[in-house]
């Protein structure tokens, strides 16, 4: 059977193994947060950079300014006639 002594003494041993992993923890935590906030610093440069009342997507202009054919969410391509197009205009003329 272990004396006191020895029992106090792996006590204190496991005591100080658990202080270590704790505080071990404690520092990967405080980097970890310290990191985030860097990250945030970042986002907000970048945020307050960017003019408030500009448009988020990348567009690009037509260079013929016409459209003959959409795509849709869904995937589906919507393509104008011109043929009907034309003949409508044509029966407008009339």
Known sequence: MPTLFDRTTKLEETLARLM??????????????????????????????????SFT?????????ECKAVMTRSRMAIQAEESRADQKLEGFKQ
């Open 20 to 53: 270590q992993v704790s505080m071990s923890n404690q520092k990967s935590t405080e980097s970890a947060i310290k990191n985030l906030e860097v990250q945030v610093g970042q986002l907000e440069k970048q945020l307050a950079e960017r003019p408030s009342s």
């Open 57 to 65: 997507a990348n567009t690009e202009k037509n260079p013929k300014e």
